[in-house]
């Protein structure tokens, strides 16, 4: 199924799309206001995006020293190089202290590979503690947005998730009333749990520490309180120093949803102590997307989710359209670099509008990415029908004669069987008028007034 | 080869040079005629509150609080000997400590626990308070990650207001997981 065919699932429910696009709509707005409270913000984002780029540019000495100093304040590094090796150290790292139950704090990476079904079909209790992850993880879907995983979702379906689960009052829609029975039902959770993982927003080089932001507080909560911490990281997330951080700590919130800095930004370094801290980095196909020229640059991303609140196309198709981890334009990039194939749709969801590529905090060039993508796609042989279609284009547009022939006959046949003109523009039609067709072509427009003026 | 060996090859592989380019110079960062009203101000718009008091009345300020969020079991930062179980201290209603630095353009103010009995309670407690001295805000992030020492503290965070979450229709909720209310005591 393609991105449009599964974006009409989602428009099917007029109200909710509408309401979709203007809740995100908001967000990007607040996120302009952020923004133009710092007089130096494109300089920051120059400076963050150069820094990304000197990182990549040594990421194999930035993680070596990142390993050494974390090392040496007595956290644990494991490697994983893909999916399947990050779930079996957790297990592990679980099993060898008889952990069973567990809370974890929102993180794309453990998405990505799968950790939730995977701990709970060996037997073990797994908790998303985020409120968002936490009713996703209810109603067995992935997240929607990268920041606002169940941003898709009306109150009222919250009210009966909750009514189903933690036996809230039926018809309760109220959020502050919802949080409250989460906060509740994740506090029991929280006390009981044996180990905590999270995610990880930044690990510093330099320091060998970790660093994690959160409005809710629930990364804190997950590992003040058990004696494991898991962390788990990509190899993309280290930055040299602590006075990098500060770029990026001041670009991520206000990026993400306007605020200048989420409500905790907390600093690990080392375990606790009388606790154990591990540090899992995973690379799971990063170092391939390392290796392509062309695309290396999303490695840079520091997951604000920005891209996806000012893109027409996610707000009105909503996340699940993507079908892939990450949606919206970052996700239509790495999604396809990873597998063209299955989301070869995703490039072509785009409408170049470039608003992505303007609100990126460490400027990924995200729409020249997707345009180039198409490319790439095509050629390698996903897409047969473009590839005929396009060279049906090219043979049109270089041979005049033959350009205004078939011209004519599409006027005649859109004038006469206007049914037929509006099913070949069927996608563009459905809400949407198609403009009636003029009588004459533009050339003829040009070559008849050209004679009114030779006549007078 | 061990996945550790696996990936930084792969990793030394795929790696290009960079092109050379010209490091942006650093920009002047942004910076406030009163950082003190900047902190409040940026505290208020995050759902907490500063409140300025002289040295001498800090515990007057803290006595009012108290009253204020109607609370009878409260801690203060200072060693309190034992160490009481989690479900204990998620009983606190109001927790009160000493804050480092404080950031003028986002509120935040860093907070390394000296126990851990601490660092829970600062998420667990209904309330907390965190007392700054007004001297020590700076103006930018930049400023603050050069005053502190956040490698040797082990465990410190910068808190900005109370925990908040809109996960539900993007509709605002103060107290998420931690406390519902963030006040700040800016001593002179
Ligand atoms: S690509 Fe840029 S805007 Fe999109 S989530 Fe990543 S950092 Fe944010």
């Not at chain 1, 996340?319 to 995703?346: M, Q």
């Amino acid at each position: 199924m393609s991105h449009g065919e599964r974006a009409d699932r989602f428009t099917a429910d007029r109200a909710r799309a509408a309401w979709h696009d203007a809740a995100l709509w908001h967000v990007r707005e607040r996120r302009d206001a952020a923004a133009r409270s710092v007089p130096e913000w494109e300089a920051l984002r120059d400076l963050a995006a150069d820094i990304k780029a000197r990182t990549l540019a040594n990421l194999a000495g930035h993680l070596e020293a990142f390993e050494r100093n974390a090392t040496s304040r007595g956290a644990v590094v494991h490697w994983a190089a893909d999916a399947s090796a990050h779930n079996r150290i957790v297990l592990e790292l679980l099993r060898a202290r008889g952990a069973t139950r567990v809370v974890k704090s929102k993180s794309m990476l453990t998405e990505e590979c799968g950790l939730n079904p995977f701990l709970e079909r060996h037997g073990l209790e797994i908790v998303d503690t985020d409120l968002g992850e936490r009713i996703v993880q209810l109603r067995d879907e992935p997240p929607s947005h990268i920041v606002l995983p169940a941003i898709h979702l009306r109150k009222e379906e919250v009210g009966e998730l909750f009514h189903a689960h933690l036996g809230t009052e039926a018809g309760l829609a109220d959020p502050t009333l919802l949080t409250a029975a989460a906060r509740v039902h994740l506090r029991e959770k929280f006390l009981h749990a044996e180990a905590g993982i999270t995610g990880v927003n930044f690990a510093i080089a330099e320091t060998g520490g970790l660093v994690i932001c959160t409005n809710e507080g629930n990364a804190d909560l997950g590992t003040a309180l058990p004696p494991l911490h898991i962390a788990c990281m990509g190899i993309e997330k280290v930055v040299p120093s602590l006075a990098d951080l500060a770029v990026f700590v001041r670009l991520l919130a206000r990026s993400a949803t306007g605020q200048p800095i989420t409500a905790y930004t907390s600093h690990f370094h080392g375990p606790r102590p009388g606790g154990e801290l591990h540090i899992v980095i995973v690379d799971n196909g990063r170092s391939d997307l390392l290796g392509r020229a062309e695309h290396a640059r999303a490695l840079a991303c520091i997951r604000c989710g920005a891209c996806l609140n000012t893109c027409p196309v996610y707000r009105r198709s909503g996340g699940h359209s993507y079908e892939a981890v990450i949606p919206g334009p970052i996700g239509s990039i790495l999604a396809p670099v990873r597998d063209p194939e299955r989301h070869r749709s995703l490039p072509y969801a785009c409408t170049m509008c470039g608003s992505c590529t303007n609100v990126c905090p460490v400027k990924i060039d995200l729409h020249d990415q997707l345009l180039r993508l198409r490319t790439e796609i095509v050629t390698a042989g996903h897409l047969p029908g473009r590839r005929r279609a396009s060279r049906l284009a090219s043979l049109l547009l270089r041979s005049p004669a033959l350009y205004a022939a078939t011209g004519r006959v599409a006027r005649r046949l859109g004038r006469l069987l206007p049914g037929l003109a509006k099913r070949i523009a069927a996608p563009w039609t459905s809400s949407r008028g198609l403009p009636d067709l003029p009588k004459k072509t533009f050339r003829e427009q040009i070559s008849s007034s050209e004679k009114d003026l030779s006549h007078r | 080869m061990s996945d550790r060996d696996i990936v930084l090859s792969r990793i030394r592989a795929a790696t290009r040079p960079v092109s050379s380019r010209d490091t942006p110079s650093a920009a002047s960062w942004l910076t406030f005629d009163d950082p003190a009203a900047r902190f409040a101000e940026v505290l208020e718009s995050v759902g907490g509150r500063a409140v300025a008091v002289a040295p001498a009345a800090l515990t007057t300020g803290v006595e009012q609080l108290v009253r204020d969020v109607g609370a009878d079991r409260v801690w203060f930062d200072v060693a309190q000997g034992g160490i009481e179980p989690p479900a204990v201290v998620a009983e606190l209603q109001l927790y009160v400590a000493r804050g480092g630095i404080a950031v003028a353009e986002n509120a935040a103010v860093w907070v390394v626990p000296q126990t851990i009995r601490h660092r829970e309670a600062l998420l667990l407690a209904e309330h907390v308070a965190l007392a700054v001295e007004r001297r020590t805000i700076v103006h930018n992030m930049h400023e603050a990650y050069a005053s502190i020492d956040a490698a040797t503290a082990g465990f410190g965070f910068f808190i900005s207001g109370p925990s908040k979450t809109a996960d539900i229709e993007q509709a605002l909720v103060i107290g998420a997981h931690g406390p519902r209310s963030l006040t700040v005591f800016v001593v002179t």
